[in-house]
């Protein structure tokens, strides 16, 4: 959650940059900024995106450590339950009762187990499926916003640029005006 944050606060900084920047083209919505600090703050955000990526990859591997771990308690227990089993099977008067004990227990320990397991893959699928929607969101708005940035320094790029052959037209008419 820091990092989105962060990243919310870079490209924040980044809008107040360029929407403070001073018009150099005398208007028409083209401005100059620090190109250094905007590539630098671009370069954060890039940066704070394998952080969400990787902590959808923790999410799945304490998933896996989750399920594992219950796997090995429903053993421990199945074979707790087994081990009883047998030492009351032993004496011929409760062997039915033990039995029965012994079904009851299997069947709530892998009951449990199942349970258990589905809880871990729901919320591991929850988690990662909320870490990826939040990633691509802010993949796509980063990329949007660059989108838009190399649109407009295009466009800055083309007005100075005409405006740079308009001049030099007016220098080659001035110029061969005043030889002849």
Do not use: W
């Not at 920047?21 to 208007?27: L, W």
């Not at 993949?139 to 407009?152: G, H, I, T």
């Amino acid at each position: 959650m820091a990092n989105q944050e962060k990243v919310n606060e870079l490209l924040s900084s980044l809008y107040q940059m360029i929407d403070e920047a001073r018009s150099s083209f005398g208007g028409g919505g083209y401005c100059r900024i620090d190109r250094d600090r905007a590539l630098d703050i671009l370069d954060e955000v890039r940066r704070l995106f394998p952080v969400e990526v990787d902590e959808a990859q923790r999410i799945v591997a304490s998933r896996n450590e989750l399920l594992s771990q219950a796997e090995k308690e429903a053993e421990r227990i199945r074979r707790q339950a087994e081990e009883t089993a047998r030492k009351l099977i032993d004496e011929d008067e409760i062997q039915g009762r033990v039995k029965a004990k012994a079904r009851e227990i299997l069947k709530e320990t892998e009951a449990q187990h199942k349970a258990m397991i589905e809880q871990a893959e729901q919320t591991a699928a929850e988690l990662t499926g909320k870490a990826e929607r939040r990633s691509a969101e802010l993949q796509r708005v980063a990329n949007e916003y660059c989108e838009d940035v190399l649109r407009r320094t295009e466009e800055a790029l083309q007005e100075a640029l005409q405006e740079v052959q308009s001049s030099r037209a007016k220098f080659q008419d001035l110029s061969g005006k005043s030889e002849g």
